[in-house]
């Protein structure tokens, strides 16, 4: 039986080259997200990928999708990807308590909210594999970005405190931590930018989705099974120093 995997913040960027990738690999995926139903049904006509929408810092909402996932699988969530994530880019001083909290809801809390909903399982079922999608910027830091890389710092000390716990019951937890990645917010950078931004990464470009998507594959192969409590930086060297 091909094994059951759920992935949030699954329909765009990503998230959905990580559901693609699992798909084409013979994994049953489900794709969560907070997005209008209409994007939604065209991400799954044109990739024949389940979807389900619910809010992921919601810890009621997870409890509640999962449970009506696996009754219509009939089998229980052996792989997740810890993906969703928001960013509300701002210096600490000019910001808001909302630009904060917002920022820790939809990237940290839904980490635990997501996880707290099948590791029970995973536990009973002495397997599971967890990867969480961090960020170079919360191992680096981010101008503007104290909310965010606290988020993704926050991601990286879970993983490993996690990692610890889970290790005994044949689960791992992994982190990966990109850089710049061809997403949708990276591509609206201006030009010059963009350039300076190559020129400082030692293979002179940026990522792709497909990059982070094929780690994310290896992590929670059985190949991988020895690997827990990491984080993978996936940068093209950037910071390698």
């Known amino acids: 039986m091909s094994r059951l995997a759920l992935v949030t913040g699954g329909t765009q960027g990503i998230g959905a080259e990580i559901a693609k990738t699992l798909h084409a690999n013979g994994y049953k995926v489900v794709s969560v997200h907070m997005r209008d139903s209409s994007r939604s049904r065209s991400f799954a006509d044109s990739t024949h990928i389940e979807t389900a929408r619910w809010d992921v810092s919601d810890f009621q909402a997870c409890e509640k999708g999962v449970q009506i996932i696996e009754e219509k699988f009939g089998q229980h969530v052996e792989i997740l990807i810890n993906n969703a994530g928001i960013t509300k880019d701002v210096m600490l001083h000019k910001s808001t308590f909302e630009d904060w909290d917002s920022v820790i809801k939809n990237n940290l809390y839904s980490c635990y909210a997501m996880t707290k909903a099948v590791i029970n399982k995973m536990r009973d079922n ?38 610890l716990e889970s290790a005994v019951k044949g689960i791992t937890v992994n982190a990966i931590a990109p850089g710049y990645i061809n997403t949708s917010m990276v591509e609206a950078l201006d030009e010059k930018i963009l350039e300076s931004i190559k020129a400082k990464i030692p293979v002179r470009r940026i990522g792709s989705t497909s990059d ?25 060297g950037l910071y390698m120093q």
């Open 126 to 163: 002495n397997f599971g594999r967890i990867v969480n999608i961090s960020s170079v910027n919360g191992l680096s830091g981010q101008l503007g970005q104290t909310n965010y890389s606290a988020s993704k710092a926050g991601i990286i000390g879970f993983t490993k405190a996690l990692a």
């Open 212 to 236: 982070i998507a094929r780690t994310a594959l290896f992590l929670v192969s059985d190949d991988a099974g020895y690997i827990t409590g990491e984080t993978l930086s996936v940068n093209g």
